[in-house]
């Protein structure tokens, strides 16, 4: 199981991570001066830690005014709080990415991860539902919801979640190891 989680955390990671370093670069970090641009660059670390989090919050005081950069970085925060278990203070963090950005799928997906982690299926399932209809998020809700089956034993339903996941993303290698532990059992 905790396998199946830190697929799942870094799957999530390595989405926020390439939308908040796309947003990021390189005219953002031009007007950033150099403490900030070296929070920024903790804050977008793959490796999660609580210094980490806090170089998110520091890039968030000293960062840009654009909803959208604030978004990321709340983002990014929040994956942060979910590889070190913080999963109350991710779910704050999504909501404040969604607020910003606008987007109910960035705060759905979020907070059915964060559920997810915590055990709670019934809620991430839901949350995963909630934005599997948006086109830039339903991949990942799929996914999501192929993961909450497999943890409640519901293969049939899983291999399904999976099936959608790899229509809407061909070739996306993490639905597909995942699914070959389906076959496994």
């Not at 704050?92 to 709670?120: C, P, Q, V, W, Y």
């Not at 409640?152 to 959608?164: I, L, M, N, P």
Request: aromatic letters at 4%.
């Amino acid at each position: 199981m905790k396998t199946l989680l830190l697929s799942a955390t870094l799957v999530l990671a390595m989405t926020g991570t390439a939308a908040a370093n796309e947003t990021l670069t390189p005219t953002g970090l031009n007007a950033v001066q150099s403490p900030a641009h070296a929070a920024l660059n903790d804050c977008l670390s793959v490796d999660s830690s609580s210094r980490a989090v806090r170089a998110c919050t520091k890039a968030l005081r000293a960062s840009a005014p654009k909803a959208d950069v604030r978004s990321q970085l709340y983002a990014r925060r929040a994956l942060h709080q979910m590889a070190l278990g913080r999963q109350d203070n991710a779910v704050k963090d999504f909501t404040r990415a969604g607020d910003l950005a606008n987007d109910r799928g960035l705060e759905s997906i979020g907070h059915g991860f964060a559920a997810m982690m915590s055990n709670d299926l019934t809620t991430a399932r839901r949350k995963f539902e909630d934005c599997n209809d948006q086109s830039r998020h339903a991949p990942l809700a799929e996914y999501g919801l192929g993961l909450t089956y497999q943890m409640s034993g519901e293969t049939d339903a899983a291999r399904d979640a999976y099936a959608r996941a790899l229509s809407l993303r061909p070739g996306w290698t993490a639905v597909t190891e995942q699914m070959a532990t389906l076959t496994l059992k």
